[in-house]
């Protein structure tokens, strides 16, 4: 019931992120590519964390086909997917929120 909780409400946070982050590039796309490149350090730990989500996330896909398949007991499928799935939600929300402060803009008055 934990995993059901926590999966959802990750799900949730993460999906406003995904339309904040689109809507910031959407507004200058040119200011967002340019921030992306110029914060290389930052913008790499965003995507090093994307592809760590995908690592996580590829062993429960390949238990969902083994599962079909007979070879894995219904129990262990279940509690991978639920424990790999809510890892991958929590790497996408930490690239995103990372990506979210690269691309936007910084309201600083020069004087």
Known sequence: ???????????????????TVHLAVRRNVKYATGRLFLRRDETLKALTSLVIGASVFTPSRILGVLYRLEM????????????SGTA?????LYAFWKLLQIIRLEDKVFH
């Open 1 to 19: 019931m934990i995993e059901f909780v926590a999966g959802t409400a990750l799900s949730g946070v993460t999906l406003i992120l995904i339309v």
């Open 72 to 83: 894995v007991p219904y129990n262990i499928y279940f509690a991978v997917s639920a424990l």
């Open 88 to 92: 991958f939600m929590a790497c996408i």
